[in-house]
Antibody, heavy 121, light 112 residues
């Protein structure tokens, strides 16, 4: 059974940094691409970033480019999102999501429960 | 970016009656491999999203057969044949053909 557990959320001041983690289990983590998706309070879903199965191919949304970095540790079955230069508009629940594909980022078949990031002074 | 436009925004439905949600994309969602990466997600109140339908019309395991997806190219539909109380929530379409991956704005299904 696929299980994704995010952690690392919290309250941070504008301009600050935070690192989110996503612990994966129930599948061969090193075989699948992984994503971060966020949802601002009362708003819709926004894709944030993707890392291919080996971590060597990554994509991210323009809204976070240059500030957020996705990376993964396949030896620990863990996905990360390093968030720097945080802004108020980054306030959201951040979900970790598994891609059904190995090589292509085409969607999400499993989601975690999410972790809340609040950027506020 | 590919813009995904859902309608309606809100969908009040009587229990046992059908419901239909439209999703239109600003570009064709047919990928070079021949697949169309258009998916549907359900988000119940207070829960994480859950995939219902993948690649236009394939139902995920455990999804009731009252849910069905159809469409092609830029025009897609999610149908619920007979709405039940547990179907209340927000439904999102999402395209995985083009970077960046994008979602529709969501359709809120509620019981009349």
């Amino acid at each position: 059974q696929v299980h994704l557990v995010e952690s690392g959320g919290g309250v941070v001041q504008p301009g600050g940094s935070l690192r989110l983690s996503c612990a994966a289990s129930g599948f061969t983590f090193s075989t699948y691409g992984m994503h971060w998706v966020r949802q601002a309070p009362g708003k819709g879903l926004e894709w944030v970033a993707y890392a291919r199965y080996d971590g060597n191919y990554k994509r991210c949304a323009d809204s976070v480019k240059g500030r957020f970095t996705i990376f993964r540790d396949n030896s620990k079955n863990t996905l990360f999102l390093q968030m720097n230069s945080l802004r108020a508009e980054d306030t959201a629940v951040y979900y970790c999501a598994k891609d059904p594909d190995t090589l292509m980022g085409t969607g999400f078949d499993y989601w975690g429960q999410g972790t809340l990031v609040t950027v506020s002074s | 970016d590919v813009v995904m436009t859902q309608s309606p925004l809100s969908l009040p439905v009587t229990l046992g009656q059908p419901a239909s949600i439209s999703c239109r994309s600003s570009q064709s969602l047919v990928y070079s491999d021949g697949n169309t990466y258009l998916h549907w997600f359900q988000q119940r109140p207070g829960q994480s999203p859950r995939r219902l339908i993948y690649k236009v019309s394939n139902r995920d395991s455990g999804v009731p057969d009252r849910f069905s997806g159809s469409g092609s190219d830029t025009d897609f539909t999610l149908k619920i044949s007979r709405v039940e109380a547990e179907d209340v929530g927000i439904y999102y379409c999402m395209q995985g053909t083009h970077w960046p991956l994008t979602f529709g704005g969501g359709t809120k299904v509620e019981i009349k």
